[in-house]
């Protein structure tokens, strides 16, 4: 049934339309923008923090038998299966090394000097850096795989171990995901101005992907719900949602506030830079305030009351609010070290269109090849509502093909 719904929609036509234009953006950007790698990086590492934000959300649910998520795990299971392909795009950026990470242009220039001295000259090598970044996306997308594919086995046989399997998966994932994300978060946007460090930056980074992802996952199981394909979702899950968008932008608002203030009272010249880039001129001034409004204050004040948690369009407009404040909180890592005021072009809002229609066309595609609702998942009873559970036996008595 999904599958054929959602892959024969007009909205599968304006997502491919908007793939275009991204397309025809990127062109006409690798072509007469010298603001393009910088965007492609951006818009990359958006779409593909969402993916891996849902890959965390199944594993924490794993790990900790919520049983809760059950009926609605399909939709980041469907977002997961983005990280492959993610990867392979942001691998592109080897072709605009030179432009994106100063360290690799064979020009002697004004970061030479420090890096030649200590760990980061070694660190900061060409080979080694995408090295490290083909074997993070590797590894991620290897653990994703067996992950999927421990839940997608259970609706076949229903035999428990495919529970315990995707559980020590999980475990595994959040582990070396912990680790690896934060030395990618080092290198593919701190390494942007490789004399500043932070050792809280990985946290941050973390911070923002879990929070976006929460959002996304929340806005496409509201769209699934409206259009009658996940009849299980009830008002609990909407308001657990909601609890977990507002408990991860406040986490993310802790991680900025301590980022700022350690490196604010330390007052040390090459910490201090970052923010001096980021505060130096009105332009920057605004996005520096407007980021922490967008990504805490307003979704914080507008998730608080119980009853917006459980409204759907006061949902999506607080989870839109957060994407959007995602996406500028990439926007003032990347740019501010190369531009100096902030401008958003043709070829950012194209290229930003263009990548999440590429993540919503490979989302449609994997949610409609398996089942929406994971049948035989022992917790599935500790899912639903008290009035949805002739739904779940109705489930586990008909056959795969009637379904």
């Not at 908007?18 to 397309?23: D, H, K, S, T």
Request: hydrophobic share 55%; with cysteine; aromatic share 16%.
């Amino acid at each position: 049934m999904a599958r054929n719904v959602l892959n024969n929609s007009m909205g599968r036509g304006i997502l491919l339309v908007a793939f275009a234009l991204g397309a025809i953006g990127s062109i006409a950007g690798l072509m007469t923008s010298e603001r393009f790698w910088f965007s492609f990086l951006q818009n990359s590492l958006f779409v593909l923090t969402l993916a891996l934000g849902a890959v965390l959300f199944v594993a924490f649910k794993s790990v900790s038998n919520a049983g809760w998520a059950t009926a609605l795990r399909r939709v980041p299971e469907a977002m997961m299966g983005y990280v492959p392909i993610g990867g392979i795009l942001l691998l592109l950026v080897f072709f605009g090394r030179y432009q994106l990470y100063p360290w690799t242009n064979p020009v002697p220039s004004a970061h030479e000097a420090g890096l030649q001295l200590g760990f980061k000259h070694a660190w900061l090598s060409t080979p080694f850096f995408f090295g490290r970044m083909i074997v993070f996306l590797a590894v991620w997308s290897g653990l994703i795989y067996l992950m999927r594919r421990a839940s997608f086995q259970q609706d076949s046989d229903g035999d428990v171990v495919h529970t315990k399997r995707r559980k020590a998966y999980s475990a595994i994932f959040i582990v070396v995901f912990g680790v690896t994300f934060s030395l990618a978060s080092f290198d593919w946007i701190m390494s942007i101005e490789p004399m500043f460090y932070s050792t809280i930056f990985g946290f941050y980074t973390i911070s923002g992907t879990l929070t976006s992802s929460a959002a996304a996952i929340t806005i496409l199981v509201i769209f699934l719900k409206k259009r009658g394909f996940l009849p299980a979702v009830g008002e609990k899950h909407m308001h657990a949602l909601g609890q977990i968008v507002m408990g991860f932008a406040t986490f993310w608002a802790y991680m900025w506030i301590s980022q700022y203030l350690l490196i604010y009272y330390a007052n040390l010249p090459e910490e201090t830079i970052y923010y001096y880039r980021r505060t130096s001129s009105s332009g920057w001034m605004a996005v520096f305030i407007l980021n922490l409004f967008l990504n805490w204050v307003i979704p914080f004040v507008m998730l608080l009351p119980r009853q917006v948690k459980m409204n759907a369009k006061w949902m999506v407009a607080a989870c839109t609010i957060v994407l959007a404040g995602h996406w500028l909180d990439l926007y003032a890592m990347i740019f501010p070290a190369f531009f100096g005021s902030p401008i958003i072009g043709f070829v950012d809002v194209a290229l930003t269109i263009g990548f999440v229609a590429l993540f919503l066309l490979v989302f449609i595609k994997c949610i409609g090849c398996e089942e929406l609702i994971p049948r035989n998942d022992p917790y599935l009873e500790e899912s639903v509502e008290h009035e949805d559970l002739e739904l779940v036996y109705q489930l586990r008595t008909e056959t795969a093909g009637d379904i």
